[in-house]
């Protein structure tokens, strides 16, 4: 019972991470970001290229990675979204799904679509807590995990720039009106989700074998995260994540196994009809 | 001729005019004008998984294809015909799959088709197939079902039925094991076994104790392991494919299990010890008699060359391939270039020495080829071999 919590907060977490990306951006453009998965891929394959075929320093290799990922963030969203920020919001969200092909594609082409392992083929070091063991890489994915999202919330609420990011997300056409740099503080809310979920990616790297298609069923997961947390808000965000991430384990242990993948969107389903907005979102008033 | 293939390969897709005009000009231009040159280039499909999550599988199996149709051409083609492999990319899905099959032999109008990789997109291909009286010959699909599928389905790949009957001898009398967990992967191959070797393991007094599965793709196996021993088992019994299996071994070992795993013919691949390293130690699976670390000859022959023109070693879904091609061209040798000859010239050959194991076809065009047991060990793949049990006897 132990190891399932353990499972179950590891798989949250990195949901939690990936989420923030989802809901900030839809917190400031009412816009889901379908391509925000493959950020998360495009994080483990700059950690995989630098760290594991460039042999560069792991720490240095991190850093260089999410920041390379931050501005992928940027750059998708000057190159696909920005022209397309007052067009009908279909035409974002097909541009998103296009966005998210080419990137998949892309890196399949250069790296090939078989599985690469960032961590080796090395045993991890265990730990045992009670009946529950825990891999040195899994501590190190709740440590950096719970930092970030310290992190945030510090950002969000006290810093200038994080005001303008709340502000914006108010809403849109005040904020422009008002003399905030919109552009800027679209930039910045994507680079910092895009850092989050390239963060995100390279802790997913460690645990697991990488793939130009591991990104997919991961936004999945975690966009069902957002939107039971509360879509636009980032508490709600992180909530729902560690939600999601219990309810499959727990549910996978009562239930047959080949359903684990389904209880992420029984719970999506249920909420839809019962709670709509979320367990921290905003009322519906807000939706425009 | 060797810059002819070069360039053949790469541009797979033209009409019978172009190719002829290349072969042509190429041969004015060399200055090397053998008469054989001129015949017809002999082309066949090949409709298999090449983009996507489980590209690998079918890339693999493309270079081996690849390698035996240059052989072939090096050494003068069939007849003096060169051959020529048209490529279509199924994506692993089997809709996709059918539209290939379509495509090759409406428009490519191929009298022969090798594919696909998965069951499921080999199945949906095979009517197709059986309504035009093309060959399908797959190199890699294990489902029961294809047995039946028709008169024009061949496979070089081992049904299910049997490898699955092969584990449950072997942990029932070998291992005297009586109660054993499933983890499988949840496809038509994971079911195809689990189902086969469940029949055979109860059949024998053996009770299957927990059936877990998981989705294709999945990274997560935690849970699943850990209700497989939950169940207290003598040994956990593992149908998949390695992109999961060497993390879900690598996951096992973390949360410190220690039972038996028993393992399956996809289970042998060098990526596999790339990936989960010393996780795969001691895992026992079936395979065709013959493999990678064999020294006879045809296999050491097939092994060097491959890495030399890839630059890595041959898995058993390319030994797969390479003996596929080799097959129909001894059939077309034999029978003639059409879907009639090829077809009753297959159900002739007798232990044909493949790379993936000695060949020979059964009267439902299935493939019949020797099984044995192999293990890992310090980071190798071994035959298992206890001295003390006798793994095939349950009389005994």
Redesign the interface.
């Known amino acids: 019972m132990a190891?399932?919590l353990v499972?179950g907060l590891i798989?949250g977490g990195i949901y939690a991470l990936i989420a923030i990306g989802y809901t900030m951006v839809y917190g400031v453009l009412h816009f889901i970001n379908f391509a925000h998965g493959e950020i998360v891929t495009a994080g483990a394959f700059f950690f995989y290229s630098l760290h594991v075929l460039w042999g560069w320093n792991p720490v240095f290799s991190f850093f260089l990675s999410v920041l390379l990922c931050g501005g992928l963030g940027c750059l998708i969203e000057r190159g696909a979204y920005r022209p397309l920020r007052y067009a009908s919001r279909i035409s974002s969200l097909v541009t998103a799904i296009g966005v998210s092909v080419i990137l998949q594609?892309g890196l399949?082409a250069i790296f090939?679509?078989?599985?690469k392992?960032i961590s080796?083929?090395?045993?991890?070091v265990?730990y045992?807590i009670r009946n529950a063991?825990i891999?040195r890489p899994q501590v190190a994915v709740l440590a950096s995990a719970g930092g970030l999202l310290a992190g945030l919330f510090v950002f969000l609420k006290w810093t200038y720039i994080g005001t303008l990011i709340r502000a914006t997300g108010d809403d849109l056409s005040a904020a422009v009106s008002t003399g905030i740099p919109v552009d800027r503080t679209v930039s910045v809310t994507f680079f910092v989700g895009s850092l989050l979920a390239g963060t995100a990616g390279i802790l997913v790297g460690t645990l697991?074998?990488i793939?130009p298609?591991?990104g997919l069923?991961f936004g999945i997961k975690a966009f069902t995260a957002a939107v039971v947390g509360g879509i636009g808000s980032v508490p709600g965000a992180v909530i729902g994540g560690l939600f999601i991430g219990m309810a499959e384990?727990l549910g996978?242990?009562i239930f047959?196994?080949?359903y684990?993948?389904a209880f992420a969107f029984l719970v999506l389903i249920l909420f839809m009809l019962f709670r709509p907005r979320g367990i921290l979102g905003k009322s519906a008033l807000h939706n425009g | 001729m060797v810059q002819i293939d070069g360039f053949l390969r790469k541009r797979c897709r033209r009409t019978a005019v172009n190719a002829a005009w290349v072969l042509i000009l190429s041969f004015g231009f060399s200055g090397c004008s053998k008469e054989k040159a001129f015949k017809d280039v002999y082309r066949i499909g090949a409709l298999m998984v090449l983009s996507g999550n489980d590209a690998n599988y079918g890339r693999d199996s493309q270079r081996g294809i690849d390698l035996a149709a240059e052989e072939i051409n090096n050494q003068g083609g069939i007849h003096g015909h060169p051959v020529e492999v048209l490529y279509e990319d199924s994506k692993g899905i089997p809709r996709e799959g059918a539209t290939a099959m379509q495509k090759l032999v409406s428009r490519d109008r191929v009298p022969v088709v090798i594919g696909g990789i998965f069951s499921s997109e080999t199945l949906a291909a095979a009517p197709i197939a059986e309504r035009n009286r093309v060959v399908l010959f797959s190199p890699g699909s294990s489902s029961p079902n294809i047995t039946y599928a028709g008169d024009c389905i061949f496979r070089n790949w081992i049904s299910d039925a049997f490898e699955g009957s092969i584990m449950a001898d072997f942990a029932r009398w070998g291992k005297g094991y009586t109660k054993v967990a499933i983890v499988y992967i949840k496809n038509d191959y994971g079911e195809g076994l689990k189902n086969e070797f469940t029949v055979r393991f109860e059949s024998e007094g053996g009770q299957v104790s927990t059936m877990e599965s998981y989705e294709q793709g999945n990274t997560d196996f935690r849970t699943q392991l850990l209700k497989a021993v939950r169940s207290g088992p003598d040994a956990i019994y593992l149908p998949g494919y390695y992109n999961e299996l060497a993390q879900l071994l690598k996951q096992a070992r973390e949360l410190r299990i220690n039972t038996q795993f028993l393992s399956v013919v996809s289970f042998e691949d060098p990526k596999m010890l790339e990936l989960a390293g010393s996780a795969a130690e001691g895992v026992i699976y079936s395979t065709p008699a013959v493999s990678m670390q064999d020294t006879s000859s045809g296999v050491r022959t097939f092994v060097d060359r491959f890495s030399k023109k890839y630059g890595r070693e041959p898995g058993l879904f390319a030994a797969h391939g390479y003996d596929a091609m080799h097959i129909l061209a001894l059939a077309i040798e034999k029978g003639g270039f059409t879907a009639d000859g090829i077809r009753n010239s297959l159900y002739r050959i007798q232990n044909y020495p493949g790379v993936s194991g000695l060949t020979s076809f059964d009267s439902n065009g299935d493939v019949i080829k020797p099984v044995k047991l192999k293990t890992v060990r310090n980071g190798k793949f071994m035959d298992y071999d206890e001295p003390s049990v006798s793994p095939f006897a349950p009389e005994g």
């Open positions: 190891q399932l499972n798989a594609n399949g090939g679509f078989d599985p392992s080796g083929s090395g045993e991890a265990v045992s063991f891999t697991q074998d793939q298609t591991m069923p384990n996978a242990w047959p196994t080949g684990k993948d």
